[in-house]
């Protein structure tokens, strides 16, 4: 007993010797956070829940005691970000077919307008296939009509198999409709689900139809065989190359109400006014959202604390931002906690549409999700590799904090999954750093089991190793790209 004693306390005089040690991020900074972000109060941190309210309050107060200065348009801490979420309300629908009404003895359908009262009349019904064809594109003539599609989608190319990017693409060919055909078996469930959701979107950047819904195959086969068309043809045409679609000869009426919930969210943003006015800007960021109350009422628990995802990584910015707080840089380096990312990465949408400083003067951003999953040691990876001029020197910095580098690009599968993908697309060089995507069959591990249910807990087994490890990397990134002598950039006129 009094030997391990000795041992340990050998241990921490060897710690204290080192100053690189000592003045690093520890497991326990981070546990306090997350224990509280991710506390059963916090309801999961649901955008527009009272969940929010206690979320952004608390990081508004933590990184006003770092020491960062409120940075938003307004002079506050948070930047509004005007939200809208949908519920099925009340509908009635009649399909006809050479004016005679089809009867279609199903339930099975679900119609959500883009606003609360939508009523048309005589929409001619086309059938689309999986909506695009094998090269992305739609070739269906559904200007001004009710589109169907396959929800499920094996002809199509990688970057259009979600719903979401065909009912985009069918939005864009000018559709008033799109209602998704699920699978009764498989599909349908799922499909009814997503629909129920009452997902949320950001207006400024939606692209939705002024209708939209699903059907069960049940309900599509009943309605297209009323209208005398073989449903088993309609599918086989639907596998060839380039389908063009299939007007069905069949009109529908809709009059549909829907719950339309428009309010504010909150991004909250601080930063470390720099020496060297104009020199540009470092950016970190993080979503604190989460999934909020997530399981039916009769569930043991119901909430989705977002432990790992992503209060963890709101832990990492508010120790990083004390630590870079403690001596001034040369450029302004920006602290944004963002909204909604779980709905589609609406906060940092919102942001890259509405910065409050150029997105241009940005010399790097760094996005911090998902950082509690691997153990000290892990290598270094990059999401974003290879899409900037960066990744030598972010290997250099890794390197020489003691860390190995991960030298493969497949930790870029997550790009469009995360917060910085927004800043990506306008041209900012926007990196995720560290070791949490580093060993992907770990990081398979967490999405294939705690991740976004109600395990997804703080624990003593949280592994918070590795996430301190990166904050130490994310506090040298910061005062290597914040500071001109050392990283000069070709932006603000250097
Ligand atoms: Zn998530």
Redesign the pocket.
Known sequence: MRLVKRAALAGLVLLAASPALAKGVSEADLRGHIEILASDEYEGRQPGTAGEAKTVKYIAEQWAKAGLKPAAADGSWFEPVPLIQRAQGSSTHIFTAKGRKLRIVSDDIILIGKEAQYAKSGLPVVFTGAGVTSDGSVQADVKGKAALLMFDADTVPDRMKSPRARREALVAAGAEAVIFIGDSQGNWPVLRRALLSRTIGLETIEQRAALEGGISTEFAVAMVTAAGRDWDKLRAHAKQKDYAGEALGIDADFKVTTDVYRFNSSNVIGKLPGRKKGSGAVLYMGHWD?LGICAPEDAPDRICNGAV?NASGIAVLTEVAERLAKKRHDRDIYFLATTA??SGLLGAYAYAAKPVFPLDQIVISLNVDTIAVAARGAKVAIIGRGNTKLDNIVEGIARKAGRQTEGSSDANAFIERQDGWALTQKGVPALMVGGSFADLDLMQKFLGSDY?GINDELTDKTELGGAAEDADLHIALGQYFADTRKYKSAKAGE
């Open positions: 989460h995802d990312e779980e976004h």
